[in-house]
């Protein structure tokens, strides 16, 4: 199917899960998740009214920059080794996955800029999965006071794979309550406004548990 095809069905879907949960439709951005598929597809998905892109690796990052430039937002959304920071920190908008203080110290040193990032949290406790544990983010965000150009803006996790709808639901909303007890402290370097959250199997479930952000690859560019 053609991404604007697509994308029409995916905010139908996020409409009537906002309309579920009292929200408004707005609040959430649809992250185009292209790292399998071509330049000219995510052309497309920018040509459909697309205006996030995700990639996961930084050489699609970078493949995929040189073609489009500017013309996207750009997230970085896979596991970043602080080795590779230097190849995207000036050309990424967004960090999803920030679990590390010698991450952090990297991203630090690189910036030339405030980085809005968010924090990944492994909410599942999957050993499969990245990111800190629900009991360390506090604390981790703690650490990060010092780094000037580092702002948290919100968390992110991944939901398992699961056919049981509550086992994802309870993922969602243990990021939901993570992200009160942040906004709580009232840290000006660490807002917390943003919920990066739900994918193509489970998106819906997230815009109703608070997501604002959603990434979307395969039911969208495939």
Known sequence: MKVRDNLTIIQQNIEQACMRAGRNPNEV????VTK????QRAQEALDAGIIHLGENR????????????EQPVWHFIGTLQSRKV???IDKVSYIHSL???SLAVE???RATRKIPCFVQVNVSKEESKHGISADSVINFIQELKSFENIQVVGLMTMAPLSEDENVIRDTFRGLKQLQ????ALKLEYAPCQELSMGMSNDYEIAVEEGATFVRIGTSLVG
């Open 107 to 109: 991203i630090n040193k």
């Open 180 to 183: 009160k007890d942040i906004q």
């Open 29 to 32: 951005k649809i992250i185009a």
């Open 58 to 69: 930084d050489e699609g990052l970078l493949e995929k920059w040189n073609a489009l430039h």
């Open 36 to 39: 399998y598929v071509t330049i």
């Open 86 to 88: 230097k190849n995207i």
């Open 99 to 101: 679990d590390r203080i």
